[in-house]
């Protein structure tokens, strides 16, 4: 069974406080990892998907890499805009039509004081 | 504009009178996926669909049912509804049949069974 936890699962960061945030993964075969940001009341919104060990992606102040167990997403120089939850979620290989299962964390609440 | 709708985006209801909850999406993706979101469990997937007339389940399709007989819809079925399927859904669809690219979320249907 594929399992996903993150941590922590809330973070505090003062304005320009640089921190990363951890997506612990098992699965059987990993397909892609995916990146998540949800605002309170919204629907989650695409990040990055990472699809193999050592692969990195950036866009403005986040950038996400990948190793065999785990996924970072690094958040340089926060800004308050940046508070969300942030989700990480993981595809396995799998036979037949089951390789469209996604599996996601429980998140981490990211809250960043001006 | 490319969305992703859901209708209702409030429902009370009561406990065994059937509902249907309504996705449609304009962007012509072969794969949509529902997931629920629960406090403290996150964002689980209840079915999905790799393309028309192809449907799988997620990790919790117990109480669901859905069908996909045309690209644009994805209606999300509770037979009977109970207490423990109040939560918030959301609709979900992606360009690649496995939903192997990014996913695009619908605003999120709130369900409360009482």
């Known amino acids: 069974e594929d399992q996903v936890t993150q941590s922590p699962e809330a973070l505090r960061l003062q304005e320009g406080e640089s921190s990363s945030l951890n997506c612990s993964y098992t699965?059987?075969?990993?397909?892609?990892l995916f990146w998540y940001r949800q605002d309170p009341g919204k629907g989650p919104e695409f990040l990055f998907t990472l699809y193999s060990a050592g692969e990195e992606k950036e866009k403005e102040r986040l950038k996400a890499t990948l190793t065999k167990k785990e996924s970072f997403l690094h958040i340089t120089a926060p800004k308050p805009e940046d508070s969300a939850t942030y989700l990480c979620a993981v595809q396995a290989y799998a036979g037949g039509t089951s390789y469209g299962k996604l599996t996601f964390g429980q998140g981490t609440i990211l809250t960043v004081h001006p | 504009e490319a969305q992703v709708t859901q209708n209702p985006r409030y429902l009370i209801t009561v406990t065994g009178k059937k509902l249907t909850v309504t996705c449609s999406q304009n962007m012509n993706h072969e794969y949509m996926s529902w997931y629920r979101q629960d406090p403290g469990l996150g964002l689980r997937q209840i079915y999905y669909s790799m393309n028309v007339e192809v449907t799988d389940k997620g990790d919790v399709p117990e109480g669901y049912k859905v069908s996909r007989k045309e690209k644009r819809n994805f209606p999300l079925i509770l037979e009977s509804p109970s207490p423990n399927q109040t939560s918030l859904y959301f609709c979900a669809t992606g360009r690649s049949p496995g939903g192997y690219n990014e996913q695009f979320f619908g605003p999120g249907t709130r369900l409360t069974v009482l």
């Open positions: 699965v059987s075969g990993l397909r892609g």
